[in-house]
């Protein structure tokens, strides 16, 4: 859901809210449904960067980390024709235990500082991955790993209906 400058997301994952952590800040468990390589460095001020396609990099800082309920990090884009530069926008991310079992986890993301085509390309990559997330979490095979150039996504999103608006 797109709200003002904020894409705003909320999934219940099959899994307890310290591995669904550990998704947002161990490098190998994060390429396993985002992005090709990570450097990641989980610590106030320390770096949050991976590969999402070839040569395209996100690229931030975590600000809070409060295992394992609740992690804030920086994002942009290494690429300046995105028109948003590393760090200059913000997610987090609450995590709360969830389930009769306590097992289950509901992942809220709110990703801020999104104008314009910024919320819908990362309303669309939230949702891609997010289901991607929750397709690892639950032992699935998961989606294909999206290929498309952003450029290429972005123009194909404005030719498709909103279902936003409906």
Do not use: K
């Amino acid at each position: 859901m797109i709200d003002g400058d904020a894409v705003i997301h909320e999934i219940t994952l099959p899994a307890p809210v310290e591995q669904v952590f550990d998704m947002f800040t161990d490098p190998r468990q994060l390429v396993r449904w985002i992005g090709l390589s990570a450097d990641l460095q989980p610590r106030p001020g320390g770096r949050f960067r991976f590969e999402v396609m070839p040569g395209q990099f996100c690229e931030g800082q975590y600000v809070i980390l409060e295992r394992p309920a609740r992690l804030v990090f920086t994002w942009g884009w290494t690429d300046p024709g995105f028109g948003l530069p590393p760090g200059t926008s913000r997610v987090e991310v609450t995590l709360t235990r969830s389930g009769d079992d306590g097992l289950q986890t509901l992942l809220r993301l709110v990703h801020t500082g999104l104008a314009g085509d910024l919320g819908v390309m990362h309303e669309d990559g939230w949702s891609r991955f997010l289901a991607r997330l929750a397709a690892v979490t639950a032992g699935e095979e998961h989606t294909a790993y999206p290929t498309e150039q952003p450029p290429e996504r972005l123009a194909d999103l404005h030719r498709r209906p909103t279902e936003q608006n409906s």
